[in-house]
């Protein structure tokens, strides 16, 4: 099945420390990608999206993304993590447009990333 | 301020009863969506809702239902059919959701707890 990926489960970093967080999708053809986080206790909040254009995509609180295509990538990085930035973080893709609906989000299953001060 | 507001915040339910959840945006978006959302699961598709009085079923939709006659409403509810319905549900909506992408805003979310 067709599926977003995400491989790390749980990451632990001290402050300052460098951030990677891998995301992976199977689907063909054009897709618009997204990075959502939830600190503890607040809403879902997009964090950076990629529709076309510039495959380095910047948000918001310094984090930015790569779209790879050819390796079916989106990977969300930081150069240095704050204690603040404790959240679980969870992309997401819109596949191709099938058609038959509305354009769908799919989600990976989140990576709960914790900071050490 | 705009927003999505749902309610209500936490839910405690019987086994065997109904129970509806609220959801309400004030942000004039055409599309809404129902997700639920379990530890180590994120989230999974149970309705959406493109346009007033039209919606779709999502991956998970066994044992809900919802209902779209207002613009800015878009109540789900979690029936005795459903198996395990123990989880966070949020809601969201998008400016425009059927032949274009876009992006997707989310409620703070209803716990809802099976007793």
């Known amino acids: 099945a067709q599926s977003v990926s995400q491989h790390n489960h749980h990451v632990i970093l001290s402050e300052a420390a460098s951030l990677e967080l891998g995301c992976n999708y199977s689907?063909?053809?054009?897709?618009?990608l997204f990075w959502y986080v939830q600190y503890p206790g607040q809403h879902l909040q997009l964090l950076l999206k990629y529709f076309s254009g510039d495959p380095l995509v910047k948000g918001i609180k310094g984090f930015e993304a790569e779209f790879i295509k050819s390796k079916f990538s989106f990977n969300l990085r930081k150069p240095s993590v704050q204690w603040s930035d404790t959240a679980e973080y969870f992309c997401a893709v819109n596949p191709p447009y099938s058609g038959a609906g509305s354009y769908q989000l799919t989600f990976g299953k989140g990576t709960k990333l914790s900071v050490i001060p | 301020d705009g927003g999505i507001t749902q309610s209500p915040k936490y839910l405690f339910r019987k086994e065997g009863q109904n129970v509806t959840l609220s959801c309400e945006q004030n942000?004039?978006?055409?599309?809404m969506y129902w997700y639920r959302q379990d530890p180590g699961q994120g989230l999974r598709l149970i309705y959406y809702s493109q346009i007033v009085n039209d919606f779709q079923k999502g991956d998970i939709a066994e044992g809900y239902s919802v209902s779209r006659e207002k613009k800015e409403s878009f109540p789900l509810t979690v029936t005795s059919a459903q198996k395990n319905p123990t989880a966070f549900y949020l809601c969201?909506?998008?400016?425009?959701?059927?032949?274009?992408?876009?992006?997707?805003?989310f409620g703070p979310g209803t716990r809802l707890t099976v007793l």
């Open positions: 689907y063909g053809g054009t897709v618009n």
């Open positions: 942000l004039n978006h055409d599309a």
């Open positions: 969201a909506s998008s400016r425009q959701g059927a032949k274009f992408p876009d992006t997707q805003y």
